[in-house]
Nanobody, 130 residues
Framework: QVQLVESGGGSLQAGGSLTLSCAASGLTSNRACMAWFRQSPGKEREGVATIDIGDGDTKYADSVKGRFTVSKDNAKNTLYLQMNSLKPEDTAMYYC???????????????????????WGQGTQVTVPS
């Protein structure tokens, strides 16, 4: 049973930095698309960043490119999202997600536009007051 547990959220001033963590227990595959999403009230869930842990390829939404960095510590089985230069519009509940795969099929994709994931965490709140 795969379980994703996010932590590290909080409230901080604009311009600050924060690192979110997602502990992935039970995720034994070294082939998976993992992602960070966010959702604020009244808005659709938005893909923020993805990492294919099979080859380390990362992708970012335009809104966070150059400010956020996604990474995974395989020894700790933990996904991270380093967020710098935070803005009020980054305020949201942040979720991690995982989609293990055996091999990449023709329609495989791992990017912020992907919506289908097998496992989701419960989320951690990030608030950047305006």
């Amino acid at each position: 049973q795969v379980q994703l547990v996010e932590s590290g959220g909080g409230s901080l001033q604009a311009g600050g930095s924060l690192t979110l963590s997602c502990a992935a227990s039970g995720l034994t595959s070294n082939r998976a698309c993992m992602a960070w999403f966010r959702q604020s009230p009244g808005k659709e869930r938005e893909g923020v960043a993805t990492i294919d842990i099979g080859d380390g390829d990362t992708k970012y939404a335009d809104s966070v490119k150059g400010r956020f960095t996604v990474s995974k510590d395989n020894a700790k089985n933990t996904l991270y999202l380093q967020m710098n230069s935070l803005k009020p519009e980054d305020t949201a509940m942040y979720y991690c997600a995982a989609a293990p795969y055996l091999k990449r099929g023709r329609n495989y994709s791992c990017g912020p536009e992907r919506r289908e994931f097998d496992y989701w965490g419960q989320g951690t709140q990030v608030t950047v007051p305006s």
